[in-house]
């Protein structure tokens, strides 16, 4: 009887929303005791804490969450501090009493926001952060069990996301939004991928850079462009959302000479493509021999640099990686249409280009052979250069007639 009541005490559930700047949010859902405060609330939810108690009518004060505030022995060193919120009805209210003074009651949603006295945190209701459990009559809280490894720029980094405690989370039924209309595709975990940016010396937050998905393995990866702090969101329907931060480096690379017993060694499995939409910006005609150049644009309009692009045409297919713009080159040696795709993307357009051959007339002289090159239609060109060689005669044959005559004068 006793340890039932003591699995009830603790059936009480709070929202918990910490924001450290204009992008990054972590949300959690903690189960408490009843008649806890929202410190107790802050000790409960795993977040790393650094506190000063002022003792009696002051209480305890929140100087530092992570990384992010003062120390103890200045809590309050900067004009920004973490301000103190809680939801009432649909919108925060600045909390009248300090953490250890506030009371929390089941349902209830807690805010913290780092900055300046004003700045309200994200808005999310519990519902949103504590999904429907078993003490509610519906069905239990279920929790990702994230593994990663990579830690360098250019190199790909593995992720593997499965639920915890149950396995692989997969769904064959789901729809991607692609440039052609929805395509069905199979997926697990939604991962967003956000890079922390600076513009001139100005912290811009953290962008947005990738969205994947998880296969039938819980596996998942992409290539960080550049070394930075990146940030990755993992969410699935019925799940406990979870953020996950990781430092990524610019790593030496050592120039490996090709070895003939590891070419012989089987290949690892690969990993099932990431499904991010890119555009590919190339003219629409060229000539034979010109150089082409096209550019990839990932979804949000931006140059993707390091890209990979293929070229397929009559004559085979060319493989491109674009540049730090975005843009690639080649040769177009043949004529025909040629046409682009790019592998792990789904492309929002087709994009072709037609390459023809530049006519060319020559013309022949005693003196010397010119090449006139005309963009004329192909039947005017055949004309001129049938006729050509008629006129180019009869010149040669009246020049000697009157060096003829001139010898025999001077004679």
């Known amino acids: 009887m006793l340890l039932l009541l003591s699995g009830m005490v603790f059936a009480e559930r709070a929202g918990l929303v910490v924001q450290f700047n204009s992008s990054s949010v972590t949300m959690k859902c903690v189960e408490f005791q009843s008649g806890a405060s929202a410190f107790d609330i802050l000790m409960n939810s795993g977040l790393q804490l650094v506190t000063k108690d002022y003792g009696a009518g002051l209480g305890m004060a929140l100087c530092k969450i992570g990384d992010t505030g003062c120390g103890e022995d200045n809590c309050f060193c900067a004009s920004e501090y973490w301000g103190f919120y809680y939801i009432a009805g649909s919108s925060w209210e600045y909390a009248p009493v300090g953490v250890s003074g506030f009371?929390?009651?089941?349902?209830?949603?807690?805010?913290?926001?780092?900055?300046a006295y004003g700045d309200r945190p994200e808005l999310h209701?519990?519902?949103?952060?504590?999904p429907p459990s078993a003490h509610g009559g519906g069905e239990s809280i279920r929790y990702f069990n994230v593994s990663m490894n990579g830690n360098c720029s250019k190199e790909q980094f593995m992720i593997n996301v499965k639920e915890r405690e149950r396995g692989v989370i997969w769904e064959p039924s789901g729809f991607f939004v692609s440039g052609l209309g929805y395509m069905k595709v199979e997926n697990g975990v939604g991962i967003r991928v956000l890079l922390h940016e600076t513009h001139s010396g100005n912290d811009a937050?953290?962008?947005?850079?990738?969205?994947?998905?998880?296969?039938?393995?819980?596996?998942?990866?992409?290539?960080?462009?550049?070394?930075?702090?990146?940030?990755l969101e993992f969410d699935k329907e019925g799940f406990l959302g979870e953020r996950r931060e990781i430092d990524i480096n610019e790593c030496r690379r050592e120039t490996a000479t090709s070895n003939p017993v590891e070419e012989l060694k089987p290949k690892e499995k690969e990993v099932e493509p990431n499904i991010t939409r890119v555009d590919i910006i190339a003219p629409?005609?060229?000539?034979?021999?010109?150089?082409?150049?096209?550019?990839?644009?990932?979804?949000?309009?931006?140059p993707l640099s390091y890209g990979s692009i293929t070229v397929e045409f009559s004559g085979g297919r060319k493989e491109l990686v674009t540049n730090?713009?975005?843009?690639?080159?080649?040769?177009?040696?043949?004529e025909g249409v040629y046409s682009y795709s790019s592998p792990n993307h789904t492309l929002s357009a087709y994009r072709t280009t037609n390459v023809m051959e530049l006519n060319k007339i020559v013309l022949k002289s005693p003196v010397a052979t010119q090449v006139v090159q005309e963009?004329?239609?192909?039947?005017?060109?055949?004309?001129?250069?049938?006729?050509?060689?008629?006129?180019i005669g009869a010149g040669v044959v009246l020049v000697l007639v009157l060096l003829y005559f001139i010898q025999r004068v001077i004679e």
């Open 103 to 115: 009371t929390v009651s089941n349902g209830d949603v807690l805010g913290f926001r780092w900055g």
């Open 125 to 130: 209701s519990f519902s949103e952060i504590c």
């Open 205 to 231: 937050g953290f962008e947005k850079v990738a969205f994947l998905f998880t296969d039938k393995e819980g596996n998942a990866s992409f290539i960080p462009e550049k070394p930075g702090k990146y940030e």
């Open 284 to 302: 629409q005609s060229a000539n034979v021999n010109s150089t082409v150049t096209v550019k990839m644009l990932s979804e949000d309009g931006k």
């Open 324 to 334: 730090e713009s975005g843009e690639a080159t080649f040769t177009a040696e043949k």
């Open 375 to 391: 963009e004329t239609p192909a039947s005017i060109g055949m004309a001129a250069a049938g006729a050509s060689p008629e006129i």
